[in-house]
């Protein structure tokens, strides 16, 4: 019989998000999503390959993790960084052909294991490879922390195979060795219940879910998701207090289903910036609750948040992304993408500014105390727009402007000490970001000029690269990066004719 409960997650000292001390805090959800231990003949035993996944909300650094079977371990490299949706794939080869590990694409492997330096021992390139090989292997899958606590652990069936001592890399110096054997480790696993057999990989039926599949379909690199399956876990989010005048949002997460779901842990990602993406600096809370009738999470302030929530089982991972206005009913989006002063006059770029009712210009000669200096009215409502105000003969050294919204909201810039404009001439920007498919660059250059963009993922690899030609003021170009993961990305744009970035922008692919 299903069960269903209410959660409500208390969160305390909710001054952590607006100190940014809990930046120390975890920041993502990393799980085994999928793996491949015995392929079939015709793509070779390399081909076996792991894949994890970061459920977010934010980025997590899994350098000097631990991947294990009890035989071999593979430490990965210090400082490996796998941003919120992005897939880590692990395997014995650089370059897995279509349907050895992904049925409809190529796969590029991230960390090869027979060429890293970072495992316990060479691992075979024939036989049974990495993985046991045979029908009735159970074969555990293990994923440690630099400090060997458990991550994640799966089996396809139990009782699990005896396991060695083992003694990790250090993964060329970067990484402190550990030694440890699983027999000896108080370990829960997570169990896969599906039949052995040659060409199959175990995949989560979802991103991070609970329910497994033998799937001959591998997905190696890319989304589980498929349309028509559900999980056996299911979550919903209520906001019970929209808006916020002193920290007092709330919203309820409801929980419905069979299997073990309390306690729930959880991470709670604030984007301090309001840059629309979860990264390292902004802020996040860890927290469980232990508690089957409490109801809500409050206290928050206004802004975007991301959560993670994970039941007692470790997996059926559940993500929500919501705002909490602020108390006049709305979250100002609009934001500067330049702010910036000659001679003779401010200048000024926004983006998202749609319910915006003119700008207020305010100056001070120290840079702490300001004054009304002046006004422009917004008479046209559109994302990107250009503004400027002419200075007055001895005018102050310092200037900021307030963002007069519709409804009575507003929101400042910057402080800007009084000097000449930036002379890259190039402003970027992408809309939407973060994105499904496709994006636009929106780039206001103030002279025509032939550029080169360049996208690369977080490995630093080329995934575009497209030639484009300048005209003076806004320029819309459309980037396809719609077949790549998801992901952080950076795009630079170049001048031809110099060969090097005059304006980067960070890109996330949902």
Known sequence: MQKTITIRLF?????????????????????????LPWPVNGCGVTSEFVELYNFGPGPINIGCYILTDGDFSVTIPANTILQPGQFYVIAGQNFITTGCANINNDVTVDLNWNTCN????????????????????????????????????????????????ITTSSAGG???????DLDLMALTYETIGESAGRGNSFARRLDGDCGWVKDTQQSGGETNNTSGDNSDITASLTILQSTSCSNNGAVDILFSGSGSIFPVSYILGY???????????????????????????????????????TPAAGCSNKTFNFTILDCNGTLLHCSFIDFSSNNTELNWATDFCTEIESFTIESSNNGFDF??????????????QNFNYKLAAGSAGFYRIRINGINGSSKYSAVLAAKKSNTAGILLKAYP??????????????AAKDIIIEVKDIAGRIVLTQNAVLIPGINNILINIEGMPKGMYIASLSDSKLAIPIAVVKLMKE
Do not use: H, W
């Open 11 to 35: 969160v305390a000292a909710f001054f952590l998000f607006l100190t940014g001390t809990s930046s120390t805090q975890a920041q993502g959800r990393v799980v085994i999503n999928e793996y």
């Open 118 to 165: 970072c495992t316990s021992g060479a691992i075979p390139t024939t036989g049974d490879g990495f993985f046991t090989d045979g029908g009735s292997a159970s074969e555990q899958v293990v994923l440690l922390s630099p400090t060997l606590s458990v991550v994640d652990a799966v089996v396809r069936d139990l009782p699990v195979e005896s396991s060695s001592l």
């Open 174 to 180: 970067s990484c402190a060795s550990q030694s440890f």
């Open 271 to 309: 984007d301090t910036d309001n840059d629309q993406v979860f990264e390292s600096t902004d802020s996040y809370t860890n927290g469980t609750d232990n508690i089957g009738n409490a109801v809500g999470i409050s206290g928050l302030a206004p802004g975007r948040y991301s959560i993670v929530l």
């Open 371 to 384: 004054e009304y200096a002046g006004i422009v009215a917004v008479t046209t409502q559109a994302p990107i």
């Open 433 to 446: 970001n973060p994105f499904k498919n496709n994006t636009a660059m929106a780039i206001i250059s103030n």
